[in-house]
């Protein structure tokens, strides 16, 4: 199974910040996890991306076929994917309180 995250930004200080951390999040592990906007996303709605964990070299399909052991490697880069989403929501309603 893939992950999927899409949100958009606005152009506020909070939203600002906000955006700067899935990049962060991708840099973790960029063979399986990505950051960006799809051309077709951005045209239905602008200021809005995408954070993904699945292989680069399937990065613009929706489903695919891989091995036992690529699967558990998308599975992993799945699991930091998520649990760097947790760290980036808690340090932003951190700064909120």
Not at 3 to 21: E, G, H, I, M, W
Request: hydrophobic letters at 40%.
């Amino acid at each position: 199974m893939i992950a999927y995250l899409a949100f958009c930004v606005q152009n506020t200080p909070s939203d600002l910040r906000l955006f700067k951390d899935p990049k962060y999040v991708a840099e973790e592990d960029s063979e399986y996890i990505q950051f960006g906007s799809a051309s077709w996303f951005w045209n239905r709605s602008m200021n809005s991306y995408v954070l993904q964990a699945e292989l680069v070299r399937h990065s613009s399909e929706d489903s695919f076929d891989v091995g036992t052991a690529e699967a558990a490697r998308v599975e992993a880069a799945r699991g930091t994917l998520y649990a760097k989403i947790v760290e980036v929501v808690d340090s932003h309603l951190t700064l909120r309180r």
